[in-house]
């Protein structure tokens, strides 16, 4: 249980690393919390600083979420479900990050890395569906709903290992990552949403 308790805390700090954050800040000198969307994410790093600084940064968010799953899978084999915790964990630390201020973004790319480690045909389906989404419609926010809806199922015929409590946990994160669009859903149905493509001035409210 400590051995358990030790690869979920390192998991979450590794999530929590604040990669649009320090890459603003460092690149710009400007604080993401206080432009454009306000968002710690990489769609909100692209509409400000544009892609130059949001590919890496969505790699690397992505790169959060496998490593630990991948890791932990290695070294602790005895231990099934621990892997997909340790993922969720890493998502956890990039929306809520200890190291500014429990604020982060909304976790689809951390949460991608942590399906290409446990389940990639299922992540080549919900990319698949996410950009011709965004495609036809101009809307990433819609295309990662409408993607994270379609995972347990993409998991389910897909990926032998998703069943049971494993398919469990991957519902709660697809319903979790759905619920930190919310404010997005919002907007959408009042057709005040941002298309992907636009970029915004620094400074720019939500």
Request: proline fraction near 5%; charged fraction near 15%; hydrophobic fraction near 55%.
């Amino acid at each position: 249980m400590t051995s358990a308790a030790a690869w979920l805390a390192l998991s979450y700090l590794l999530g929590a690393i604040p990669t649009s954050y320090l890459v603003a800040r460092v690149g710009k000198g400007i604080d993401l919390r206080e432009h454009g969307s306000r968002n710690l994410g990489a769609t909100n790093l692209y509409r400000l600083l544009g892609w130059k600084y949001a590919v890496p940064v969505g790699l690397f968010d992505a790169a959060k979420g496998a490593i630990p799953v991948w890791l932990v899978g290695s070294r602790v084999p005895e231990m099934s479900l621990l892997p997909l915790f340790c993922g969720v964990a890493a998502v956890v630390g990039h929306v809520f990050s200890v190291f500014v201020g429990f604020k982060g973004g909304k976790g689809v790319a951390t949460a991608s890395g942590v399906v290409l480690a446990l389940a990639p045909w299922a992540l080549l389906a919900v990319l698949a569906v996410w950009a011709a989404v965004v495609w036809l419609t101009g809307y990433v926010s819609l295309g990662s709903v409408l993607s994270a809806a379609l995972f347990p199922v993409a998991a389910y015929f897909l990926d032998q290992g998703s069943r049971g409590p494993v398919l469990a946990v991957e519902i709660a994160l697809a319903t979790f990552i759905i619920w930190k669009h919310r404010a997005n859903l919002r907007r959408l149905a009042a057709g005040t949403e941002n298309r992907f493509g636009r970029r915004e001035p620094a400074g720019r409210a939500p």
